[in-house]
């Protein structure tokens, strides 16, 4: 019994030098799958190119990230689209998609646009999401409220949020919590939060090469490392690491039903 990660973008530069120690270390610690997030046009052929390689270990996601929303943001969505489009794609899900209004406002109805946008492709394939949110948990919960009455299903990734905001987010009965490195972090309150939350909805992820957990923090982010946050969440739950992979391997299965195949 292996676990998976559910979030990661070990496609990216960062990994050019050693991306197959990267996956052969992932599958020392027992990953039985690593998910690929995509973030814009540039990012599609080198995640699918890696997916190739891994068919059957690594599984390919199609989405614009809210960062990358830009300008020119309606184009890029064509294309994506018409890759959708395609019959037999290989994607699992749409995503990595959102909102995030930290670092800059300029695109904010874009953002919200494209958004509504790449849910309908979810709606419209009967494909999960996983939905990036950063200073924007209000505005994704009103345009998540719009479609209650579809079969939606997803991850809520990397939730670091308040318990008021978990429930917020678990009302959408489908979708589960996106739990990573941040988890293990000295100052980190999400263990208190993650006590009042059904193990049931939580997912394990990296998001490599990003928010590398405890004891690595500093170093680039890497599957394996996913270790360290599934045994955080063991110490949160007081269960055993082998309980923990068992339901989170659940979760996950009943996100994306492809993985059951």
């Not at 990216?12 to 120690?21: I, K, L, Q, S, V």
Request: proline content about 5%; aromatic content about 10%; overall charge negative.
């Amino acid at each position: 019994m292996g676990f998976i990660d559910t979030h990661c973008h070990i496609y990216e530069p960062e990994f050019d030098a050693d991306r197959e120690d990267v996956v052969a270390r992932a599958k020392e610690v027992g990953l039985d799958a690593i998910l690929l997030p995509n973030i814009n046009a540039e990012t599609i052929q080198p995640m699918l190119e890696l997916c190739k390689k891994h068919s059957g270990y690594a599984y390919p996601m199609l989405g614009l990230h809210p960062e990358d929303v830009k300008a020119d943001y309606k184009d890029v969505l064509q294309d994506m689209h018409s890759l959708l489009s395609t019959p037999s794609h290989p994607f699992i899900a749409i995503g990595e998609i959102g909102l995030d209004y930290y670092w800059d406002k300029t695109y904010y109805k874009e953002q919200q646009d494209a958004f509504e946008q790449q849910i309908g492709w979810a709606e419209e394939a009967q494909l999960p999401l996983v939905i990036h949110t950063r200073s924007a948990h209000e505005e994704l919960v009103e345009i998540m409220k719009k479609h209650t009455h579809t079969n939606l299903s997803g991850i809520f990734h990397c939730f670091g949020g308040t318990l008021a905001e978990a429930e917020e987010l678990l009302q959408f009965d489908n979708f589960v919590l996106g739990i990573g490195g941040a988890l293990t972090f000295k100052k980190s309150k999400l263990p208190e939060v993650l006590r009042e939350i059904p193990l049931e909805r939580i997912v394990i992820e990296t998001d490599s090469p990003y928010l590398t957990p405890v004891p690595n923090r500093g170093k680039r982010n890497e599957p394996a490392f996913a270790a360290y946050t599934l045994q955080k969440v063991a110490d949160v739950y007081g269960k055993s690491a082998e309980e923990v992979m068992q339901q989170t391997n659940n979760n996950v299965r009943k996100v994306f039903k492809c993985l059951n195949a």
